[in-house]
């Protein structure tokens, strides 16, 4: 299946990144190439690195890019790692990066993905297929009250205790092993008069999808090592498309962008916290009308952007 991804917000991003030709730039989720390709368009003398631990995604991407293959690194790995990886390319410090947290299209729609409730195959959700832990481990591993708690922390599931407990009482029986189980078992979870509304599964395979690739976690470890890797004046775009992304986005800028960070009640500053940023976007950029009925998958998205002082 080709690797297919409309890129949300992308002129909105690619002008947030105020893009200096000679400039080095990393696409720390690649998927397919879309943002990378804008900023690709831009550089002269510049240099693109592009990040994805999905193997299909850059794979796709270095076809759609390659009339600029000479101005591309490409890294398959998780984007946790940027320190690491500019190191180990022995950059110290790069002019832009960008981070677009939403699935691809491709992952989604891609039955053997296991990603959506739409299609019949083996729970996975693996970003990364190399990696051990797949949906399938989750829903057949943990346990009720670690199930409970993914499904209301990640997916916001108002129903995640009477889910969590339908799934271990029905996986002493047999495994949960697909899709299509998981989302009959979600639907079997509400009373009757619910049971028809197609995007009941949801909340549920959303939170298991960021369970299964840690994908809050590596954001809030991400964006200190981001930050710390721009040169000043470089810029930071951000897009996220989950209310708990969001809220990490914007506390580490808030954070970042702020001099002292004493509790108010102390009546001269003794932390010595200064800001290394300034925030370019006060409030979030979400997409337009226009965008969103192109569409639809983009309603949620937000973009922040920031600047390294």
């Known amino acids: 299946m080709e690797f297919k991804h409309i890129s ?51 794979s796709s991407a270095k076809i759609r890019l390659k009339d600029y293959i000479d101005k591309i690194t490409f890294v398959n790995d998780n984007f946790a790692n940027i320190d690491n990886i500019l190191n180990a390319l022995h950059i ?41 832990l797949s949906a399938y481990e989750v829903v057949n591993t943990y346990s009720e009250d670690e199930l409970a708690r993914i499904m209301f922390q990640y997916g916001e599931e108002k129903n995640s ?25 979600v639907k079997s979870s509400y009373p009757p008069k619910f049971q028809n509304k197609t995007t009941l599964p949801n909340k549920v395979f959303q939170a298991i999808r960021i369970e299964v690739n840690n994908e809050l976690n590596d954001l809030e470890l991400s964006i200190e090592k981001m930050l710390s890797k721009l040169k000043k004046n470089g810029r930071i775009c951000i897009i996220t498309f989950h209310p708990l992304e969001d809220r990490i986005v914007k506390s580490q800028f808030k954070l970042h962008s702020t001099d002292c960070i004493c ?47």
């Open 161 to 185: 205790r009477q889910i969590a407990r339908k799934i271990v009482k029905l996986r002493e029986k047999k495994p949960i092993e697909t899709t299509f189980e998981l989302r009959d078992i």
């Open 92 to 132: 110290d410090y790069v002019d832009g990066i960008l981070a677009d947290l939403g699935v691809s299209s491709y992952q989604i729609d891609t039955a053997e993905r296991g990603f959506s409730f739409m299609h019949n195959y083996r729970l996975d959700m693996r970003m990364n297929k190399a990696q051990p």
């Open 263 to 309: 509790p108010p009640k102390i009546p001269k500053c003794i932390c010595g916290h200064k800001a290394d940023i300034k925030l370019i976007t006060k409030h979030p950029i979400a997409p337009s009308d226009d965008e969103i009925s192109n569409n639809s998958r983009s309603a949620s998205a937000k973009l922040r952007i920031a600047e390294k002082l």
């Open 8 to 58: 949300v917000l992308k002129n909105e991003a690619i002008d947030g990144l105020n893009i200096n030709p000679n400039g080095i730039y990393v696409d720390c989720t690649t998927g397919g190439g879309g943002h990378s390709l804008e900023i690709a368009k831009k550089l002269e003398n510049g240099r693109l690195i592009c990040i994805d631990k999905d193997t299909d995604a850059l």
